[in-house]
């Protein structure tokens, strides 16, 4: 790890009165390779002018200068140090979808920009509401490209998005904010997020206040939120430390993969599909880490009509204090149609923090608390040593349910050595008695996991999990001699940037 991201990162991680200890993953190299566009190319520098004229050896002195001043085809480099801002970075053009415009720290230098000296007042009226706005604030925008950034201490988000177009974020970093990290709201479409890091988001003690006001107990939003965004991709981003949600698909959301993000020590759901406003669809959680989180997955129809068509699948679910995979009634519990969960691998959920004596408020591998639910399917998952339940379901069911309403449970590995005498009841906040199914064509057997005591949960040669898909494999890991933990060592990876294909979502443009 550099000097400079380290410094920051001690001086910043911090939750409550608890020093975090920071694992391997932070190990990564802020550098990155920024493309060749086609216009001007301008320079920022904490040692620059804003009478300069913005060139590499005359360097203007804030980001916001540049922000007035690049059009379609410019790319503006930062270079390293800190921007103290008491004002929103928000950039006055867009560009084109062959000329887009590049914000990109300067490769191998860190860009830090402070946003402490912004207040942001009190929510009045309706939203958006100044805390949901960002210290970078990109509106009614087009074809920008944020590269290398990092946002500390904002009272509102890092980022935010809205009304736009192809805007995308790669290799930023957020530390402590008050509302999201990287926020993309409401009537905008074809979005990437890649490769960013956001810790500590959502902190209520981030929240501007007037002096001797009592501190705040909440906070807006989630780490990374899209809301109302249409065809977008959320990819190989690290979301760690963080008071509420991790990454959020919700409102109206549609035509979208989450996959091979690292979410983990967060203190409500690493991974959320919540519908409001309209029907949110077409959403798809693959390849994704989630541990140490409260929830692992969760599903809701809060309110709209429903939530249909979604995909959770090759995701590693394990060691989260509640259920691995909620199927909720948070809100108005409207239809959850035309759910996949498929080749997930759940280990280790559901059993607390506190009185581990007693059932957690939720816990179990895969709990279908909402009766709400029409075509779900869970098959080809693992689900191993999850507290009570492997696979439970709310006795609001009738009898004829599943079949009425078309749920289809088969071909999973299940393995559960404690004894437990069903129904289960959840008292602490359910206040539900939870039944327990294997389904059909089960696998009652160890899963034979090559490490569990190291998180290895890929698979031995002798595991029953190989061939248990009939001819495919269970789980998230295909059975394969060398494990490959992309979400350990330098990670986030960096990534170069192809001006030419930057208004292209691609499945293969970052898998590794």
């Given at each position: ?197 956001v810790i500590n988001a959502n902190r209520p003690n981030m929240k ?75 959403i798809e959680f693959d390849h994704n880490i989630v541990e140490e ?220």
């Open positions: 790890m550099n000097q400079t991201r380290r410094q920051l990162l001690q001086q910043f991680l911090t939750i409550t009165a608890t020093t975090l200890i920071l694992p391997p993953v932070f190990n990564r190299v802020s550098q990155a390779e920024i493309p060749n566009n086609s216009g001007k190319v301008y320079s920022v520098s904490p040692m620059g002018n804003d009478r300069h004229l913005g060139t590499l050896d005359q360097p203007w002195a804030t980001i916001q200068k540049a922000a007035n001043t690049i059009q379609a085809g410019d790319t503006v480099y930062i270079r390293g140090g800190k921007y103290k801002i008491n004002q929103p970075i928000r950039p006055q053009f867009s560009g084109l979808s062959n000329q887009w415009i590049i914000y990109a720290g300067y490769p191998g230098e860190q860009v830090i920009i402070d946003a402490d000296g912004i207040f942001v007042e009190p929510a009045t009226g309706s939203p958006p509401y100044p805390h949901d706005q960002g210290a970078f604030l990109i509106i009614d925008q087009s074809y920008i490209l944020i590269q290398n950034l990092t946002v500390i201490n904002s009272h509102n988000a890092g980022f935010t998005v809205r009304n736009s177009h192809h805007i995308n974020f790669y290799n930023n970093t957020t530390i402590n904010t008050y509302s999201s990290g990287i926020a993309i709201w409401n009537n905008c479409y074809q979005h990437q997020v890649i490769g960013n890091t501007s206040q007037p002096p001797n006001s009592p501190p705040a107990t909440k906070s807006p939003h989630e780490a990374i939120t899209l809301a109302g965004v249409k065809d977008f991709e959320v990819a190989y981003n690290l979301v760690c430390y963080s008071e509420k949600e991790g990454i959020d698909c919700k409102e109206t959301c549609a035509n979208g993969r989450v996959h091979h993000n690292y979410t983990h020590h967060l203190k409500r759901q690493g991974l959320y599909v919540d519908s409001w406003f309209g029907v949110l669809e077409n989180c409260e929830t692992g997955i969760a599903i809701s129809a809060e309110d709209g009509p429903r939530v249909e068509n979604i995909k959770i699948h090759h995701n590693l679910v394990y060691n989260n204090r509640a259920s691995g995979i909620f199927i909720s009634r948070w809100g108005k519990d409207r239809l959850k149609k035309n759910i996949h969960i498929y080749n997930n691998t759940i280990v280790l959920n559901g059993y607390g923090q506190i009185d581990k004596s007693q059932p957690y408020w939720l816990t179990g591998g895969i709990y279908l608390y909402s009766t709400q639910l029409e075509n779900l399917v869970i098959e080809h998952n693992i689900l191993s040593e999850n507290k009570y339940f492997q696979i439970g379901y709310s006795r609001d069911f009738q009898a004829d349910d599943f079949t009425r309403k078309q749920i289809r449970i088969e071909n999973n590995l299940i393995f559960q050595s404690q004894a437990v005498t069903y129904p289960v009841y959840l008292e602490a906040w359910t206040k539900d008695y939870v039944y327990s199914t294997n389904g059909d064509n089960f696998i009652e057997a160890k899963p034979n996991f090559k490490d569990p005591s190291l998180a290895n949960f890929y698979l031995q040669p002798n595991s029953p999990a190989i061939t248990g898909g009939n001819p495919t494999y269970l789980g998230a890991f295909p059975p394969d001699p060398e494990a490959i933990f992309w979400w350990l060592g330098d990670f986030p990876p960096q990534f170069k940037v192809d001006s030419g294909s930057l208004n292209q979502l691609s499945r293969a443009k970052f898998t590794f």
